[in-house]
């Protein structure tokens, strides 16, 4: 059922990501635009639980610019009005509200996530930092701004695009007995036509090699890359092998590195001590720092790009690719069952065969986001360094005398006087329910720190 419901958002997320939807608890401190407009996104992508905290009464002075309360309510408590509503848009999602203070609400461990859509508290801020994500927003006239904290957060599915594993420069013995079947000499023109670049990048490589001109310069690439256009038959008609080969020649000299980040996290992990306790990231990690100790390189992702060729020999080479990769993470499984043996209190935690698939496939561009501590809300800096600076901390503060020394701040002091205007806190709900759910799903890479939108130019800034 949930896979009919949400079936465009699994193309982004996959069934991974909403599973881990399904399983966050939000809590939301507020009920004004900022909360129902950020609410109403992730209830539609749905999010599991939201706690809706506030004790505001919905009158016209509160409550004008948010579409999910009319003048009819006005009197009610708002925080039940909207979660009332949320409710309508989707019914799988346990929405509850608690009559409360925001400014005083106890924090603690259970929260997947906390939106504050009040007015900073450090001592909020500073607890959510201790237990979980958090985002702060505020909205004020035609400014503002968004600000995310998280101690540590980590992500296997990036989805960042990169060069393809193809590991030209380490074919295994599979790959290269492949390779050495195939005559191309022997091949009609129909079959020559559609043998895949990767072959014919090997093939061309070997005689590259073989003629003593192997050079990583620029110019011998060049040279590398006109042996490839030489070398398409004139029997053949359709060449775009040949083409795709020409094009991708850069790949044969692209080596098969383990990159910096990820050579920073497994050392990290490698010397990590191992429990019950340990996130499942990190104990994959140290398995994988064993991995990559062995063999110099990490597990093949088997994954094969589009490319010119018939099924048979596509498929052929697909095979080949995958059988590799399999391989390798049958080897990983090995590691780290003897990792996670090396448990000596409590029970290791459950890691399912699609999360240690994901983990092998994914390896290269796994992340690990920092922040040390959570910005201090209380001591706004003695100048700013740009408008996107004077906008974020005079939203946060904006206390009189604080524009004195700074005429620019005056000004914004007096346009961030006026209430919340629906289509800027629409915006910044926009934003910060994306980067919730990049959070939530632990698909793609949120970011850190604040995001401040400018109503007035229509530019999204990072102080």
Not at 10 to 29: D, K, M, V
Not at 147 to 167: G, M, N
Not at 302 to 309: E, H, Q, S, T, Y
Request: proline share 6%.
């Amino acid at each position: 059922m949930a896979s009919q419901r949400y079936d465009r958002q699994l193309r982004l997320w996959q069934e991974s990501g909403q599973e881990n939807l399904i399983n966050a608890r939000i809590l939301c401190l507020g009920s004004n635009t900022l909360a129902s407009e950020t609410l109403k996104s992730l209830v539609l992508a749905g999010i599991g639980h939201v706690t809706i905290v506030d004790d505001v009464i919905a009158d016209e002075s509160n409550s004008s610019t948010n579409f999910f309360v009319n003048s009819s309510s006005y009197g009610q408590r708002r925080a039940k009005i909207i979660s009332e509503l949320l409710k309508q848009l989707n019914p799988s999602v346990d929405i509850v509200y608690e009559i409360k203070s925001p400014n005083n609400y106890n924090m603690h461990y259970n929260w997947s996530l906390v939106i504050s859509c009040v007015q900073p508290n450090q001592d909020l801020v500073r607890s959510a930092f201790g237990c979980c994500p958090f985002i702060q927003l505020i909205s004020k006239g035609f400014y503002s701004s968004v600000y995310i904290s998280i101690k540590e957060h980590t992500v296997v599915e990036t989805h960042q695009s990169s060069t393809p594993d193809l590991r030209l420069d380490k074919p295994w013995p599979e790959l290269l007995a492949y390779i050495r079947s195939i005559d191309l000499k022997a091949l009609d023109p129909m079959d020559h036509a559609h043998v895949p670049y990767v072959v014919l990048l090997i093939i061309f490589l070997d005689q590259y090699k073989a003629a003593s001109l192997n050079d990583p310069s620029s110019d011998q690439k060049s040279r590398f890359k006109n042996l490839i256009r030489a070398s398409a038959p004139s029997t053949v008609v359709d060449t775009e092998n040949y083409e795709q080969a020409s094009h991708y020649s850069y790949l044969a000299f692209a080596p098969t590195e383990i990159p910096s980040a990820v050579e920073s996290i497994l050392s990290e992990s490698a010397t990590m001590p191992i429990s019950s306790l340990t996130p499942k990231f990190w104990i994959l990690a140290k398995a994988l720092s064993v991995f990559a100790d062995k063999h110099g390189v990490l597990p093949l992702s088997g994954v094969l790009p589009d490319m010119k060729a018939d099924s048979q020999q596509y498929i052929a080479l697909q095979n080949i690719y995958k059988a590799k990769a399999d391989q390798d993470i049958a080897e990983f499984k090995i590691i780290l069952n003897s990792v996670l043996e090396d448990i000596s209190s409590g029970s290791p935690p459950s890691i399912t065969p699609t999360e240690i698939e994901s983990f092998c496939k994914n390896a290269r561009f796994l992340t690990v986001l920092r922040q040390e501590s959570p910005t201090d809300f209380t001591k706004p800096p003695d100048t700013f360094n740009n408008d996107a600076e004077r906008i974020f901390w005079t939203l946060i503060d904006p206390s009189p005398g604080l524009g004195d020394n700074d005429p620019e701040m005056s000004k914004l002091l007096q346009v961030t006087a006026s209430p919340e205007q629906h289509n800027v806190s629409a915006f910044a709900a926009g934003v910060a329910s994306q980067e919730a759910t990049k959070i939530l799903t632990r698909h793609y890479i949120p970011h850190i720190g604040a995001l401040v939108y400018d109503g007035v130019h229509g530019t999204l800034y990072t102080p």
